[in-house]
């Protein structure tokens, strides 16, 4: 052990004056793309865990066997289905393990908590304790790898299949760097989990078969009390077999910022915690908060950007508009980075979010027709041609009868009144033709300023901007 870590040591010291350098004679987008060179597993992965936006990656979908890493799967589906004081016992199916295979040396028969299991999962990698777990969950075995894999599915792990309980090598047991960041990240969302997984040393106590306290310690080298200790670590978990090689997952928290990060297929159980160094101080460092909003839309998202980027170099991508019942708009928005200049810097896609449209007011209450207001609002909404000919009806007959008493006037007043009333016909009747024509070119406007109101607003979706 302290020969490793006289080796973390002098390679950190060697990596540190590498940065130096490079500050002083190349420029910064070099300097910031370091980790992804060094990173020496296979495949690996950066995530945030509050949003789940990956930062770096390489071949992070990738199928590739886990492990004992797939144990933070079983102790996420036990933290679920199960609570931590029962009783389980050991079958000798579940005992059953290869001789090279973890084991605290749990016996057929033997009882303990379902908590005491899922430490001895957890920081032993103990594998009939797993196997005991997946049967206190499912009955069997193949059962729980059932729910495994049907777990993992929910969480969007489509490139997962999980065999057995503990990761013993098998055909159709596998999973990707990503599908295994989004369990862990499920899993953090446990206290319970958190606990386990970033204890350093659990005491179980004797058990029916074992009359001696067992002492269970975590073999992560970055916790507080380990030999590579990191600051803000909440846990971790190791794995190794022949065919998966050495496998880690780890999660670190900062300045509330949550890092989980995954390697698999890495050449030693040394260089997998060095390379989660790496990038776990490249993800705290190289990366800034940035808020993407639209003004015409309630809500945003909040991504972390590389700070060799502008925020004006993000592009955001619009599906089409969906109608709400309420009259709001919902809309899909995708936002990414230039490919040929964030190789090597971050993961392109920043993200997916939808953002909804605030409601459009209410109409307001129409005001009562017998008013100023509401007759007014009659006039104005009713089409001219309709009320004119309704009052051209009334004054038609009320002409005709005024008509019949003026023919009983004397004949020079008569021929004054008719002609009186004939400008007042005539006036009448040009007011109602300019009345018409005044409320078709109103009418014109009105749809020609929605034609536009639509153009601009398809424009909009369909183009990429900032608000």
């Avoid at 090279?100 to 379902?114: F, K, Q, R, S, V």
């Avoid at 990698?125 to 059962?143: M, Q």
């Avoid at 950007?305 to 619009?318: C, G, I, R, S």
Wanted: one cysteine or more; hydrophobic letters at 45%.
């Amino acid at each position: 052990m302290g020969h490793s870590s006289l080796t973390f040591s002098y390679r950190r010291l060697l990596i540190s004056l590498c940065i130096l350098l490079s500050a002083a004679f190349f420029p910064a987008g070099r300097l910031l793309a370091l980790p992804l060179d060094d990173v020496r597993a296979d495949a690996f992965i950066l995530m945030e865990g509050y949003t789940g936006q990956v930062l770096l990656e390489r071949n992070m979908r990738a199928i590739r066997k886990p492990a004992s890493i797939t144990k933070i799967m079983t102790t996420l589906l036990a933290l679920e289905r199960g609570d931590l004081s029962d009783i389980i016992t050991v079958s000798q199916a579940a005992a059953d393990i290869p001789d090279d295979a973890a084991t605290i040396y749990l016996e057929d028969g033997e009882t303990l908590t379902l908590e005491e299991a899922l430490y001895a999962t957890m920081l032993e990698s103990a594998n009939e304790a797993a196997n005991a777990v997946g049967e206190y969950v499912a009955g069997d075995l193949t059962s729980f790898a059932a729910l495994m894999t049907q777990r993992a599915k929910e969480l969007g792990a489509e490139n997962t299949n999980f065999a057995n309980a503990n990761g013993l090598t098998d055909d159709n047991h596998y999973t990707s760097a990503y599908d295994m960041a989004l369990i862990t990240r499920e899993a953090l969302t446990h206290q319970a989990f958190r606990d386990i997984w970033g204890s350093y040393q659990y005491l179980m106590e004797a058990t029916n078969l074992q009359p001696e306290i067992r002492i269970l310690n975590n073999k992560n080298r970055l916790l507080p009390q380990g030999p590579m200790a990191y600051p803000g670590i909440s846990g971790g978990k190791t794995g190794y077999t022949s065919a998966s090689q050495n496998t880690l997952v780890e999660a670190a928290e900062r300045d509330g910022r949550q890092l989980i990060c995954v390697l698999l297929q890495g050449p030693s159980a040394v260089a997998n915690f060095e390379d989660a160094v790496l990038l776990l101080d490249y993800g705290f460092s190289a990366f800034q908060p940035f808020t993407f909003e639209d003004p015409e839309y309630e809500d945003g998202g909040d991504f972390l950007l590389h700070q060799e980027f502008d925020a004006a170099e993000v592009t955001a991508d619009y599906d089409l508009p969906v109608e709400n019942e309420d009259g709001s708009r919902k809309v899909d928005v995708t936002l990414s980075l230039p490919p040929e200049k964030s190789a090597g810097l971050m993961y392109r896609e920043l993200g997916t979010l939808s953002l909804i449209s605030p409601p459009p007011p209410p109409l307001p209450a129409p005001p009562p027709l017998f008013s100023l207001a509401g007759i007014a609002r009659f006039f104005d909404d009713t089409p001219p041609f309709s009320w004119l000919a309704g009052l051209g009806s009334l004054l038609t007959l009320a002409f005709t009868k005024l008509l019949a008493l003026i023919n009983l006037l004397p004949g020079w007043l008569a021929l004054i009144v008719k002609v009186i009333l004939s400008l007042f016909a005539l006036l009448f009747a040009l007011a109602c033709v300019f009345r018409t024509l005044r409320w078709r070119r109103r009418l014109r406007r009105r749809a020609m300023k929605r034609r536009l109101e639509a153009r601009r607003r398809d424009y909009r979706e369909q183009q990429s901007f900032w608000g």
